[in-house]
């Protein structure tokens, strides 16, 4: 599994930061974040809202554009050594700069110049989807809307929001929305991990996202899952960390399969990789063992996927060949 070429388009970045980088980086800065870290060296929580916080702290040790260069070099690793060859991870101004544009550009000069580095040493390629964090509110939403519009292009790619789905409402978002399409991003929106098949539907109706985070809550309405598969609409599947926060109690109760059987595309990522214990090779080797999901199947989602991404066609030609590389 560790071989197959994956293509990953649910990733936060401060989310994928090994604990390690993270105890190390505060200690250099003698920064007290608190008892966030296990006695093994984890992250600590025991909810959502435990993950958000701990999640949060972790995230204010990040303090310069040189932080998040390293940060995004230790990614892109973790990420290659899973077999990651094309990977959209999400950025929040709100953690970089504090929303300033003038800050913001410079946090994003030094995640692209990771960037070309691991394009040149590990043949992985990143783009980038600006995020906005749902609890933080709608106007901090526009804020980080504008840094979106000003900065979209070739690598910024995307734009879409995360954060506590039960605060808020999407219609409270659709400025920032429509401002991102304007600029020329596509969007995706977290949904239907905490929410119900309601979240998703208003989701759908007032922010009209082409890909939604999670969506797997679709499951329990099958006029819904009907909709999303004639539509089109793409589902960026992340099971183990589904699992890790106790929407499912193990792999096989998992929806990814049944979404599937039932014509929805689903994709497969880890949201939040060391925080949920979980790599992308993981999650290849817990579906196949869940759901005896083969190469072809694994293929056929990463082909879906790498159709689903946002990034340019000359980018998606250039990464396809490594697919079929993989499938001859
Ligand atoms: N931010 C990071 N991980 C998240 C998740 N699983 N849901 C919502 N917001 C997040
Ligand atoms: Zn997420």
């Known amino acids: 599994m560790k071989d197959l070429p994956k293509i990953e388009l ?8 090994p604990p390690a980088f993270i105890r190390d980086l505060a200690k250099r800065k003698h920064v007290d974040i608190g008892g966030i870290f296990n006695a093994d060296g984890s992250y600590r929580f025991k909810d959502f809202q435990a993950f958000l916080k701990v999640y949060e702290a972790a995230t204010s040790v990040l ?58 040493d590990m043949g992985l390629t990143l783009r980038g989807i600006i995020t906005c964090i749902r609890h933080f509110g709608p106007d901090k939403a526009r804020q980080t809307a504008r840094c979106a519009a000003e900065t979209a292009g070739d690598w910024i790619v995307g734009f ?19 401002a991102a399409r304007e600029a020329g991003l596509r969007i995706t929106a977290h949904a239907g991990e905490w929410g119900g098949p309601d979240a998703i539907r208003a989701t759908i109706a007032d922010l009209n996202p082409e890909r939604i985070g999670h969506g797997v809550r679709a499951v329990e309405d099958l006029a819904l899952v009907d909709e999303l598969a004639e539509n089109g609409v793409v ?3 992340c099971p183990g960390s589904n699992i890790a926060l ?18 929805v595309k689903v994709t497969i990522s880890t949201d939040d990789p060391p925080f949920f214990h979980t790599t992308m090779a993981r999650e290849y080797d817990r579906l196949a063992g869940a759901f005896d999901w083969d190469k ?8 879906a996927s ?15 060949k490594l697919l079929e590389a993989a499938d001859a």
């Not at 649910?10 to 930061?17: K, Q, V, Y």
């Not at 929040?92 to 070309?116: H, K, M, N, T, V």
């Not at 106790?246 to 014509?263: Q, T």
């Not at 072809?296 to 082909?303: L, P, S, T």
């Open 10 to 17: 649910h990733l936060h970045l401060e989310g994928a930061a």
């Open 63 to 120: 303090t310069t554009p040189e932080d998040y260069h390293r940060l995004t070099l230790a990614v892109l690793e973790q990420s290659a050594a899973s077999g990651v060859v094309y990977s959209e991870t999400f950025l929040s101004p709100d953690f970089c700069g504090g929303r300033d544009l003038g800050a913001w550009r410079e946090y994003l000069a030094a995640i692209r110049e990771a960037a070309d580095i691991g394009q040149r």
């Open 160 to 178: 879409g929001i995360a954060g506590d789905e039960k605060v808020a409402k999407p219609k409270d978002f659709r400025w920032s929305f429509d």
């Open 235 to 237: 589902l960026e599947v």
């Open 246 to 263: 106790g929407i499912y109690p193990d792999w096989r109760s998992h929806p990814i399969a049944e979404l599937d059987r039932r014509g």
């Open 296 to 303: 072809g199947q694994f293929m056929r989602i990463a082909r």
């Open 306 to 320: 790498l159709d689903a991404a946002f990034c340019d066609a000359d980018t998606k030609a250039r990464v396809g």
